[in-house]
């Protein structure tokens, strides 16, 4: 069984095998509405209303309350940006919405540099949380679940097939994707996009179980302007589009986990295999020139 819907400014593909078609369709619908909601819940583009929409626009120091739900991700992110030394940073949606990655047609030059050096400032400690909800002490600081959201809505898609009984699906969200089970007699196939060749694969994983496969790379969402390539993973550094990597693929449990990590490891690139080394993850990094690096435990994905 096999359907697709547009999601999260992708197209997300549902595959379940080893089930009645009926149940199966039951199941993907279930899962495909609980990943809207997320998405509803998460973005900060369109014109749906939510919660992080009115943080973003509440005065300085005013506390909003955020969902349970919300609260959730945001200390995961929180606790990535401080493990990635800053690197991820859920606060940079206004610097982010400067750049208009997410604009149809995307942007053909890089904004105005003294704005990108103002939406830039102060974001890495600008979140703050008491007994009456979250509060912003910058103009500039605002929610971004972009790099994050996604994963969680694609655990979300998982968790709502498992209710419904499935034990063998693929949630694929553009390339950024779960697994649980296996595929008939064999493993999950999970090619790696080359970076630079649309045709090519860096690498196909073999996966069974409960995994995920989280790719950030500087070629889904980009421009080039005087020979620069600008895309849409920002380095809260320097207010541009990090320059260290081409593309990182990180495979490990939970998606929210993968995703968030695929973008710091992206942003900090090479030396943050040091990092990522201690944490339950494997990792394929691809830098600049297209050289690669890759965690000890790597090999064993790839058969
Ligand atoms: P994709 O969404 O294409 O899978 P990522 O997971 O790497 O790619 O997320 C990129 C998105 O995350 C951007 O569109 C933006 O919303 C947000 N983002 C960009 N830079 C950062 C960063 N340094 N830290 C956290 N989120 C970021
Ligand atoms: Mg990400």
């Known amino acids: 069984m096999h359907e697709t819907r547009f999601m999260m400014g992708t197209l997300v593909s549902f595959t379940i095998v080893g089930m009645p078609k009926s149940a199966a369709e039951e199941a993907i619908h279930a899962a495909a509405d609980e990943m809207q909601r997320v998405e509803d819940v998460f973005t900060i ?3 749906v209303d939510n919660e992080i929409k009115r943080f973003n626009h509440a005065p300085l120091g005013q506390r909003v309350r955020l969902s349970d739900e919300i609260n959730v991700v945001l200390h995961t992110a929180m606790r990535i940006q401080n493990q990635s030394h800053g690197a991820f940073n859920p606060a940079l949606g206004a610097l ?3 750049w208009g990655f ?11 540099q003294a704005i990108i050096e103002e939406k830039r400032q102060d974001l890495s400690h600008c979140l703050h949380e008491d007994q009456q909800g979250w509060w912003r002490d ?5 929610l971004d679940f972009g790099g994050i959201a996604k994963g969680y809505a694609i655990d979300r898609g998982i ?9 063998h699906a693929l949630i694929d969200a553009g390339g950024d994707l779960r697994v649980m089970g296996q595929h008939g007699e064999h493993a999950w196939r ?16 073999h996966l069974k179980g409960d995994v995920s496969v989280v790719t950030s790379g500087d070629y889904e969402r980009f421009f ?5 390539r600008y895309h849409h993973i920002l380095d809260p550094q320097t207010g541009y589009s990090s320059q260290r990597s081409q593309s990182v693929t990180v495979v490990g449990k939970r998606a929210m986990l993968t995703d968030a990590w695929s973008t710091a490891v992206f942003v900090l690139g ?4 040091k990092i990522v080394h201690k944490k339950p993850f494997q990792v394929l990094w691809v830098g600049k020139k297209g050289e690669r690096e890759q965690s000890d435990g790597w090999h064993m994905l790839v058969q």
């Open 102 to 112: 997410s604009k149809t047609p995307p942007p053909k030059h890089p904004p105005d």
């Open 190 to 205: 999970i090619g790696i996009r080359h970076p630079r060749d649309a045709k090519k694969l860096l690498g196909v994983l």
């Open 45 to 47: 583009y369109g014109t």
């Open 96 to 98: 982010n919405q400067l």
């Open 138 to 142: 910058s103009a500039q600081c605002q």
């Open 159 to 167: 968790h709502l097939l498992k209710k419904h009984g499935v034990e």
């Open 224 to 228: 080039i302007d005087k020979g620069q």
């Open 270 to 273: 090479k030396d943050a295999m």
